[in-house]
């Protein structure tokens, strides 16, 4: 129960937007040193993801630009910088871009990194198990009904809150496979419809995510031939995600960006149970090292991750044991206890994190739209709450002060990960635009 007396948790179940500094943030090299992940495994995701390429091309036509590559625009938005310093008063300094995972192919958020890479992985694996897939083969004859056949006879199962559940499910069914999407109450009604259509069982329970979670992990197990994506436990979808790093960094020298001592980058990017925004912190650090200045940002009422690392306790306490209610209108964030490892690799790397009012999704999604004429959902624009957090909270002033970086934020580059927001219907984007909370 001490953890109680913390100040950082006092903060916390306040439920008012703070920035909390890391205080184990440790240089790169050795953080990274102490870590049983390495450089390899991300090469190998990045290496199954692109064995999958011609697979991805021919199946999903809109990845054709790319080659298959499941990969988002970075998008520089001196617009809403300018609202950020004149609206926000916030006096960001340096560049400000955007990651626009709100486009990225297939399931428009986020998770088509992630989620969609285990799926991949998965049917690999029981592909080449089969003797029907040599990792030489070109995997576009995936798209055979031979293959197709083959994985009918298995099922894949997640539980979700919504964008989870949309890349799993219809990468699963694109696959061949039964796919089973657990719904928890809150889910929007959109996002079963969509599934519905592509051919996936959506089950409703009445309760919040964790209900779920249980049921759908129960319902796996009891059939020999189903697997269950593991959202808060899960690797693979930890190595998906990381493979964004090395893409970024592709976008960022082809911009002309550069990022040493001198010239400081400066990524924010919204977290739920951590596994995106812990998997792309992962793969920046290797690439960056202390050069990249990583922030988490959570809603106000279920920042699990920051209390998880504040506390030591990661995944061991949840927003309930302080009195916060883990309920947010911000979609994917919803999330009341961090995942069980997450905390744990980010506890030398990441510089911190930031809570955020449901109110300021919504204002910052509108001042995207007006500024940029770009949409992201609205938890998608809790990234918008790092640049402003960082120049409007005292502690983002010691932050800089601490890293001897105030003469050279002037040279720094900003990144809001915009998490998600392409698949939103017409109808649901004018109700957001016209949602305003106090
Ligand atoms: C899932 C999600 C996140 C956070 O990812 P986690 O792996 O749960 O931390 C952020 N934004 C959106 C829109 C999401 O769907």
Redesign the pocket.
């Given at each position: 129960m001490d953890y109680l007396s913390d100040l950082t948790v006092q903060r916390l179940a306040k439920a008012e937007p703070m920035m909390w500094s890391n205080p184990k943030l440790t240089a790169a090299k050795a953080a990274l040193a102490k870590l049983e992940l390495g450089v390899k495994d991300v090469d190998d995701a990045a290496a199954r993801l692109a064995r999958f390429a011609p697979y991805i091309r021919r199946r999903f036509p809109e990845t054709a630009e790319s080659g298959g590559l499941i990969e988002s625009p970075l998008t520089e938005i001196p617009a809403m910088l300018w609202r950020i310093r004149h609206e926000y008063a916030a006096p960001v300094e340096g560049r400000l871009f955007i990651k626009r995972?709100?486009d990225l192919p297939i399931s428009g958020?986020?998770?088509a990194r992630?989620g969609i890479y285990e799926v991949l992985k998965h049917a690999e694996t029981l592909a080449k198990d089969a003797g029907m897939l040599d990792e030489g083969d070109d995997y576009a004859k995936l798209c055979n009904d031979e293959f197709r056949s083959f994985f009918s006879k298995y099922s894949v199962q997640v539980a979700s809150t919504?964008?989870?559940g949309l890349s799993i499910g219809v990468m699963s069914a694109a696959l061949g496979f039964k796919a089973t999407v657990h719904m928890s109450a809150d889910a929007r009604e959109w996002k079963k419809r969509l599934l519905r259509s592509r051919g996936v069982s959506v089950i409703e329970y009445p309760d919040d995510y964790s209900a779920a979670v249980i049921n759908g992990r129960k319902a796996s197990e009891l059939d020999p031939m189903s697997y269950f994506v593991d959202?808060e436990n899960s690797l693979d979808?930890f190595l998906g995600?990381s493979v964004a790093a090395e893409r970024l960094k592709a976008q960022l020298d082809e911009e002309g960006v550069e990022v040493n001592a001198e010239h400081p980058l400066f990524v924010y990017?919204?977290?739920?149970?951590?596994?995106?925004?812990?998997?792309v912190t992962f793969g920046l650090k290797l690439i960056y090292g202390d050069d990249v200045h990583v922030f988490?940002v959570e809603p106000v009422n279920a920042p699990c991750?920051a209390l998880g690392m504040a506390t030591g306790l990661n995944s061991k306490i949840c927003v309930q044991d302080i009195g916060l209610s883990g309920k947010t209108e911000?979609?994917?964030?919803a999330?009341g206890r961090a995942?069980g490892f997450?905390g744990n690799v980010m506890e030398g790397l990441l510089s911190g994190e930031f809570t955020v009012e449901d109110g300021r999704l919504y204002d910052y999604m509108r001042s995207l739209i007006q500024s940029q004429e770009l949409f992201a959902?609205p938890?998608?624009c809790?990234a918008f709450e790092g640049p402003v957090g960082l120049y409007t909270h005292k502690e983002g002033l010691e932050y800089m002060q601490k890293h001897a970086l105030e003469g050279r934020m002037k040279h720094a580059t900003h990144i809001v990960w915009a998490?998600?927001?392409s698949l939103v219907p017409e109808h649901e984007r004018e109700k957001y635009a016209a949602t305003y909370i106090k």
């Open positions: 995972d709100s958020s986020i998770k992630g919504g964008n989870l959202d979808l995600y990017i919204p977290c739920g149970v951590g596994g995106g925004p812990g998997g988490f991750m911000a979609d994917g964030l999330v995942s997450v959902e938890s998608a809790a998490t998600g927001g």
